[in-house]
């Protein structure tokens, strides 16, 4: 199993541009998460998806939108690239159940992300 | 709303216990979570501690979970320099168990040999 995969891994925009953050997980996850983690602040929500078909704003939406294109894919989309944008940003899943148990949320490497 | 704080730095030498604090403001939180960053990679799960225990150890680990005054505070033992990274603490989000967690902003442990 691979687990959560990212790609790309670097990457270098020009403000205004557009791009789109891929994530896939093989682990038959329901709930898929989008984060930025920037120097002093952790790692703050951006989307998150409960089950395919659905998604929620979290703590910092404002310049995304997400797509959960099927139960192992969600993507976070950029339409036009700000420098306050400039992050590395994670991608996680989990197997998340209300009934019991801990949330154990499984990590992606993480994409850095430079706007100019 | 919801708020996990952490201190940022802590140094310690080789050998030493290394003590990492957070503090947290949803008292509803089912489970509280340790997760460690290594440079270059993404987080991973540590450990983890049910919000009606005081006390959890797994091997070098010692969690301490103090309810009253919502804080939480990890413990490793016997710090090595393979422990240094970047520690977070986490909360769920909301009223009970969500699925989505409040991270704190994180604790860099620095070990020293």
């Known amino acids: 199993n691979a687990g959560v995969t990212q790609t790309p891994k670097f990457q270098v925009l020009k403000t205004g541009q557009s791009m789109t953050l891929q994530c896939a997980q093989d682990m038959n996850h329901n709930s898929m998460y989008w984060y930025r983690q920037d120097p002093g602040m952790g790692l703050r929500l951006i989307y998150y998806s409960a089950s395919e078909g659905t998604t929620d704003k979290g703590e910092v939406p404002n310049g995304y939108n997400v797509s959960r294109l099927n139960k192992r894919e969600f993507s976070l989309r950029l339409e036009s690239a700000a420098p306050s944008q400039t992050s590395v940003y994670f991608c996680?899943?989990?197997?998340?159940?209300?009934?019991?148990?801990?949330?154990?949320?499984?990590f992606g490497p993480g994409t850095r992300l430079l706007v100019l | 709303g919801e708020d996990v704080e952490q201190s940022l730095f802590l140094s310690v030498r080789e050998g030493d216990s290394s003590v990492i604090n957070c503090t947290y403001t949803?008292?509803?939180?089912?489970?509280l979570y340790w997760y460690k960053q290594e440079p270059g990679a993404g987080l991973q799960l540590l450990t983890y501690?049910?919000?009606?225990?005081d006390m959890k150890q797994d091997q070098r680990l010692t969690v301490l979970l103090n309810k009253k005054d919502k804080h939480l505070s990890l413990r490793i033992a016997d710090t090595q320099t393979g422990d240094s990274a970047i520690y977070f603490c986490a909360e769920s989000m909301g009223s009970g168990n969500t699925g989505k967690l409040i991270f704190g902003q994180g604790t860099t442990l620095q070990v020293k040999p």
């Open positions: 501690i049910f919000s009606n225990m």
């Open positions: 949803d008292s509803s939180s089912t489970y």
């Open positions: 996680a899943s989990s197997e998340f159940s209300s009934l019991a148990g801990p949330e154990t949320q499984y």
